[in-house]
Each structure stands twice: as structure tokens, then as C-alpha cells.
């Protein structure tokens, strides 16, 4: 049985599969379940740089926390590229788009935080909430590909 069926058989709607590269996750492709036509691809394909996980961030980890809640946070500083695929985040995952005073408001457990890195990166990672702190995974991405007509 192939993705497809398992997503029919567990009556899922979306599926994300995550290809791996260099030993490491290195492409991250979206999909929503079309019944029997089988999946459809959803854009950005998402290749990976580099990513940073969990364990490897000190202090990411707090014992006894369940993340129950996440948003993504408004990024202050925004190019096209960052606002669309912010968007298309927001979409896919259904997790609403926050501005930087709701985060202090805590009504979220964590949030999603998509920003530029020196070199121009697109860096995603995740920040628990209210305390701030970076619990991860952290991803470099190199580059987004839009044409969902794209063979992957």
C-alpha cells in the first residue's frame, strides 16, 4: 500500500512527506488526499539547507510541556517570498497567522517563526511561549519551488 491508501485507510486529508538527503531530511512535500485520484501536490516544495533538531539546541528541551497550541508569528521584517510561504504554512498546517503583542498574550503554547538569516536564508524554527525559548527544530531553507507542475 502507498501513501496514498494509508492516507484513505486513516481518512486523513493532508499529508506531508519529508524525503531525506546527505543522511539528513532535505525536501518537505505538501499534499492534500483527492480520494481516488490519490494525492495532489501543494505548494511550496520546501528543500531543505540544513536542519538544526531538537536535541541539538541547548536548553530547547523542558520536561512535562505539551504543546497544544501553535501560531505563526508575523514576521516584522518581510519579503514576498517569506509572506507567501508564511501564508501557505498558515493554510496548509490550518494554524492561524499572530502579531508580535499576541505572542505576549498567551494564548498559544508555541510559535512558528519564519525570519532571514545574514546570508539570506529563509530560517524556520519554533519558540515556546511565554518564555521565548528557542525549543526547535531549526530549518534552513534553500530554496522554495511554486509550480506545483514540478516533477520533485
Not at 536535541?55 to 507567501?84: C, D, F, L
Not at 498558515?90 to 494564548?107: A, C, H, M, R
Request: net charge positive; aromatic share 8%; hydrophobic share 40%.
Amino acid at each position: 500500500m502507498g501513501v496514498a491508501g494509508k492516507a484513505l485507510e486513516l481518512k486523513a486529508e493532508k499529508v506531508a512527506i519529508i524525503d531525506r538527503w546527505k543522511g539528513g531530511p532535505g525536501k518537505i512535500q505538501l499534499f492534500r488526499v483527492a480520494g481516488e485520484e490519490g494525492l495532489k501536490l501543494i505548494p511550496p516544495i520546501i528543500y531543505l539547507r540544513s536542519v538544526t533538531l531538537r536535541r541539538e539546541i541547548p536548553g530547547a528541551i523542558i520536561k512535562g510541556r505539551r504543546i497544544k497550541s501553535i501560531a505563526i508569528e508575523e514576521p516584522p521584517n518581510t519579503t514576498s517570498n517569506m509572506e507567501k510561504f508564511k501564508n501557505a504554512c498558515s493554510e496548509f498546517f490550518e494554524i492561524p497567522i499572530i502579531s508580535q503583542s499576541e505572542v505576549l498574550e498567551g494564548k498559544y503554547d508555541a510559535s512558528m517563526k519564519i525570519f532571514t538569516d545574514n546570508a539570506g536564508y529563509l530560517i524556520v524554527t519554533f519558540i515556546l511561549l511565554p518564555e521565548k525559548i528557542e525549543t526547535g527544530p531549526r530549518m534552513k531553507i534553500s530554496h522554495l519551488i511554486w509550480e506545483t507542475n514540478h516533477a520533485g
